[in-house]
């Protein structure tokens, strides 16, 4: 019997542990969308943020973005050369094999309809017959014959007479549309072959963007390079911050986009890449980092989007590299290691340190936190100011007096006399 109740009374405890630790708020969470999430409790939010951060640009440039339940896929049979441009190259390959087929066999039947009709098939042998084409004596030389009139070979063997007026037209059509089909195909292999996605992969963005001091402000870097020894003309550097945001009206809006001032006022962004260059942003009052401070940046959930645009030198195309940066990629009180050094009559870039940084003395407040200290300290230096201004021109109001003095008591003496 005591063994009996002992095991009753931990069944019974295990009951209500399992009851104390399935609670209903533990097993049914309500999902809730994004903007509705600050209005939970905290021990709910904070099992919510504690999740990976799903980037919108990937390192290597490639948006993280699929379009899905497209309806109208017909508008891109619209625009036909960038849908075979955009393909894979497996698919490319294989639509520029089958049309050139596709093409060479049907004229090929055409070409032995033509025969067939005519009777030429049943005069193989007849020294006395002229046929539309000469030695066509079954589809599979139609077949050659087509493809030597399309593709211009001419061999001498298979020649079209003139006593075949109908074989005349469709050696016309066949050239045109050979023609066309040959522009088209060739030109669409020539700019998939020419894009510049490749010389993109020569442009590097370092690993993590930092935030430091640079002349007395608060400022977000990152670098940039080039591979090539060909440099790429015009370039031009821009920066876009993906955040969600909630409007006043409470409208929540997702992946709302913001400029990042990288020097477009200044003629900063446009950039000489010779040498790797660090892109600096000065955070400011209207930078959207301008309330964000050290210990608050890890709490951010925001996605730094940099973009740099030029011309190829040696092709005159127009060539785009992207990176981001998360908020585990930003470094608080780091600058980057100097890559560049003077060596015997050239200069020296050593890509081993383009992606290291080295930790410096910068404050963790915000930049509007900085610019509120600065502010109560010019106070003080006003009133020096002013009381210096003050005690210099105290001389001066002294000598004023004292010739007052005199001026009256002259005056006086004439007045007495």
Request: contains cysteine; glycine residues 6%; hydrophobic residues 40%.
């Amino acid at each position: 019997m005591a063994r009996l109740t002992e095991s009753m009374t931990n069944v019974l405890e295990g009951d209500s542990m399992d009851q104390d630790v399935e609670s209903p708020v533990a097993i049914h969470q309500p999902k809730l969308p994004k903007q509705a999430r600050d209005d939970l409790p905290r021990h709910i939010s904070r099992d919510r943020t504690k999740r990976k951060i799903q980037r919108y640009v990937r390192k290597d440039g490639k948006c993280n973005v699929h379009h899905g339940n497209v309806r109208e896929t017909y508008r891109y049979l619209t625009d036909i050369f960038t849908t075979l441009v955009d393909l894979k190259w497996r698919f490319n390959l294989l639509i520029f094999v089958m049309v050139y087929t596709v093409t060479w066999l049907f004229f090929g039947m055409i070409w032995w309809l033509i025969a067939y009709i005519r009777g030429d098939m049943d005069h193989i042998e007849d020294p006395s017959w002229t046929p539309c084409v000469t030695n066509l004596n079954g589809f599979v030389s139609a077949f050659l014959f087509s493809i030597e009139t399309e593709t211009t070979i001419g061999y001498g063997y298979r020649v079209i007479t003139d006593k075949c007026p109908e074989g005349i037209i469709l050696l016309l059509i066949q050239s045109v549309l050979g023609s066309i089909v040959n522009a088209f195909m060739v030109g669409c292999m020539f700019v998939k072959i020419s894009q510049p996605k490749k010389r993109a992969e020569t442009l590097v963005f370092s690993t993590h963007a930092v935030i430091s001091m640079r002349d007395g402000k608060l400022c977000l870097m990152f670098r940039v390079g080039d591979l090539r020894n060909s440099h790429i003309v015009e370039a031009s550097i821009r920066a876009k911050l993906i955040k969600s945001k909630q409007t006043s009206e409470g409208e929540f809006i997702p992946l709302n986009q913001t400029d990042i001032n990288v020097g477009y006022y200044t003629g900063d962004d446009r950039l000489f890449l010779v040498s790797p260059l660090i892109i600096s942003h000065e955070i400011n009052q209207q930078s959207p980092f301008w309330e964000i401070s050290k210990a608050q940046l890890p709490k951010e959930e925001l996605e730094i989007v940099v973009i740099l645009e030029g011309m190829v030198e040696a092709t005159g195309m127009t060539c785009q590299a992207r990176s981001s940066y998360v908020t585990s990629e930003i470094l608080w009180g780091y600058r980057f290691t100097p890559v560049l050094t003077l060596e015997d009559g050239f200069y020296e870039v050593d890509y081993n340190s383009f992606h290291e940084t080295y930790e410096t003395s910068t404050p963790s407040l915000s930049a509007k936190e900085l610019a509120e200290l600065a502010s109560r300290a010019e106070l003080p230096l006003s009133w020096s100011v002013s009381s210096k201004l003050n005690q210099r021109a105290d001389p001066e109001t002294e000598e004023e007096e004292k010739n007052l003095e005199e001026q009256t008591e002259r005056n006086g003496n004439l007045y007495s006399v």
